[in-house]
């Protein structure tokens, strides 16, 4: 059973995930903690920049590494579903973090410590709407078409079917077994 979850296709895309959300998370605090620590932005202002600094990058890697998506970028059947996921991600995770800012603006006059407070508000939103992002992107890129395989039962290495896939055991394994 173990083996079935490891060498998952699942897995992998989830790991791959994992690893393209750290890097456009590194993107977006290190724009946060730019924008609002040193230059004074609004952490409106500062949030709505650094999700973008962490969108651009999200999308590529997410596309073309996570799920191996190649060719000319479907502007309906991805680009447009990936804008509206992440950008109500974006838009609540701003949200927040102004929300925040406004709750301890009087209460923390130490700009470095609100800035910290902020920047792991900003965090703590994106980790919290990691998985719900994970699942409506992978709708996104799995059903869309093109060269990435549409279903976790196949093997990526060897390209033929395994019998579990995202729902369990497919009919046709089953009779077989």
């Not at 919290?128 to 196949?154: H, T």
């Amino acid at each position: 059973m173990l083996q079935l979850v490891t060498h998952s296709r699942l897995a992998r895309v989830f790991t791959r995930f994992t690893a393209g959300s750290a890097v456009a998370t590194a993107c977006s605090q290190l724009t946060f903690l730019l924008c609002f620590g040193l230059l004074g932005a609004s952490a409106a202002v500062a949030g709505a920049v650094s999700f973008l600094a962490g969108a651009v990058p999200n999308f590529l890697i997410q596309r073309f590494w996570t799920w191996q998506r190649s060719g000319r970028v479907q502007v309906r059947r991805e680009l447009a579903p990936y804008v509206a996921v992440i950008g109500l991600n974006g838009a609540m995770a701003t949200g927040i973090t102004a929300g925040v800012d406004r709750l301890v603006g009087t209460a923390i006059t130490d700009h470095a410590v609100r800035t910290a407070v902020l920047s792991a508000t900003l965090f703590a939103s994106f980790v919290v709407l990691f998985v719900f992002k994970f699942a409506l992107l992978d709708r996104v890129f799995r059903s869309s078409g093109g060269s990435g395989s549409g279903d976790y039962g196949e093997d990526a290495d060897s390209g033929s079917a395994s019998a579990v896939d995202s729902d369990g055991p497919s009919p046709a394994a089953t009779r077989s077994a």
